[in-house]
């Protein structure tokens, strides 16, 4: 009869609109959004992208010391997620001054789990060759960047550090220069606020850092593996420690 031939013509046409209207661009979709993501992970990796990201974090960071810092170079993966960094200066007080802290290369590497408010935990922190120079004079005063906080006061803050490494450092204290060699595991430090306190003692702020096997190497020493803790306030407002 008419009417089967017409029953069948139908039932064929349907797996075509299936595929015209919801296989076709659900593929298309998907290749879409692969494209996407490979041009987004190329331009992230880019050397205008990376540049970009330097000047802003150098932007915000010297914002805050009140210093003009510089950076060399900077680049970054996601799997581990990792910043490096490379010729960092952090300038003294004045032009004439030496720098407080040039690193040929300094290297983070974070963790995606276990991430919490106010926390910050690395797996990793690497310095190569750091020259630090730390000048305290007999009135108290230093050659220390002082932080600007916000107005209404840091709160507290928690920094985990699974291993730091410092490797071929010196430190220039006053007149006093020390090779500096540092590996340290589980490191801990805390940072109180004037938000902590109740709105007393205005901006300073109070720190309290742990470490464990600790190994540095000093002058005409063994090396020796220990615990170490130590506690104290910073002024950034006075620049005094």
Request: hydrophobic share 45%; charged share 25%.
């Amino acid at each position: 009869s008419d009417e089967e031939p017409t029953e069948v013509a139908e039932t064929r046409r349907r797996p075509g609109r299936l595929r015209r209207w919801v296989v076709r661009p659900f593929v298309w979709g998907v290749l879409l959004l692969a494209v996407v993501i490979v041009a987004l992970l190329l331009f992230i990796q880019s050397r205008y992208a990376r540049t970009q990201l330097a000047a802003r974090m150098v932007a915000a960071v010297s914002e805050k010391l009140g210093r003009q810092v510089q950076v060399g170079d900077l680049d970054f993966t996601f799997l581990p997620p990792a910043i490096e960094l490379r010729d960092v200066v952090i300038p003294g007080p004045r032009p004439t001054d030496p720098a407080v802290a040039r690193v040929e290369l300094v290297r983070v590497q974070a963790t995606w789990r276990d991430l919490r408010q106010r926390v910050l935990r690395l797996e990793q922190v690497e310095a190569v060759r750091p020259q630090i120079t730390l000048q305290f004079n007999a009135d108290g005063t230093n050659n220390l960047p002082r932080w600007k906080s916000d107005r209404a006061g840091p709160s507290r803050f928690e920094l985990q550090i699974g291993h730091v490494l410092i490797q071929d450092g010196t430190l220039h204290l006053n007149e006093m220069h020390v090779p500096m060699t540092v590996d340290a595991k589980a490191v801990w430090g805390r940072i109180t606020g004037q938000a902590d306190r109740g709105g007393e003692g205005g901006n300073r702020l109070d720190m309290l850092v742990t470490a464990q096997e600790v190994v540095t190497n000093l002058p005409s020493a063994r090396s020796a593996a220990a615990s170490v803790s130590a506690k104290g306030s910073l002024d950034p407002a006075a620049g005094r420690i």
